[in-house]
């Protein structure tokens, strides 16, 4: 059974760097037919996808978001990090991990981690 | 605002049947093979409910169908539980190069 485990900072001040770890278990973040994603959600609203990365290290990212964020992996590690700077109270949320079981554009997020919350705030 | 439309609320009794519509345009769920619904219960993840506008994962039950019609989808939920009470989201693909959700609903079971 595949696990994601999100884990970071739970604060962080406006103007700085939002960095976040999702560590995965349970399978390989190496294999070529998965992507990696970040999705959050801001308290009490909708979801909202920030970007995703291929096992070869091909990234896409929200358009919204573009140049705020970057999408790492550390295959060694078997973990995918996010950053996200510079960070406002807007970026106050449940950021998720979560994995693609095939290529972009007509794919789903089919195993998610629990998820992990940053407020943004001085 | 979302790009993908959906009802704020819903609600029924339990054992009826409730939809809940997704709404996009030509390019997003009208270009896009495929809608995806998930369920998130209160203080959890999401969880993928239908995959590819139709399909169940593995240890969904068939109470749970999704359809897909021109830019827009529906998940439908027959025999409604107290436990379906929980968030609803669409998701597609948008030509703008994004994935994109709906703004979810909100199913109550009365």
């Known amino acids: 059974q595949l696990y994601l485990q999100e884990s970071g900072p739970g604060l962080v001040k406006p103007s700085e760097t939002l960095s976040l770890t999702c560590t995965v278990s349970?399978?390989?973040?190496?294999?070529?037919?998965?992507?990696w994603g970040w999705v959050r959600q801001p308290p009490g609203k909708g979801l909202e996808w920030i970007g995703s990365?291929?096992?070869?290290?091909?990234?896409y990212y929200n358009p919204s978001l573009k140049g705020r964020v970057t999408i790492t992996l550390d295959t060694s590690r078997n973990q995918v990090s996010l950053r996200m700077r510079p960070v406002t109270a807007e970026d106050t949320a449940v950021y998720y991990c979560?994995?693609?079981?095939?290529?972009?554009?007509?794919?789903?997020?089919?195993?998610w981690g629990r998820g992990t919350l940053v407020a943004v705030s001085s | 605002q979302s790009v993908l439309t959906q009802p704020p609320s819903v609600s029924g009794a339990p054992g009826q049947r409730v939809t809940i519509s997704c709404t996009g345009s030509?390019?997003?769920?009208?270009?896009?093979?495929?809608v995806h619904w998930y369920q998130q219960l209160p203080g959890t993840a999401p969880k993928l409910l239908i995959y590819?506008?139709?399909n169940r994962p593995s240890g969904v039950p068939d109470r749970f169908s999704g359809s897909k019609s021109g830019t827009s989808a529906s998940l439908a939920i027959t025999g409604l539980q107290a436990e379906d009470e929980a968030d609803y989201y669409c998701?597609?693909?948008?030509?703008?190069?994004?994935?994109?959700f709906g703004g979810g609903t909100k199913l109550t079971v009365l």
């Open positions: 349970g399978g390989s973040i190496n294999s070529p037919s998965y992507l």
């Open positions: 990365i291929y096992s070869r290290g091909g990234t």
């Open positions: 979560a994995r693609h079981p095939r290529p972009l554009p007509v794919t789903h997020f089919d195993f």
């Open positions: 998701q597609s693909y948008d030509s703008s190069l994004s994935v994109v």
């Open positions: 590819d506008n139709t």
């Open positions: 030509s390019s997003n769920i009208g270009a896009s093979s495929y």
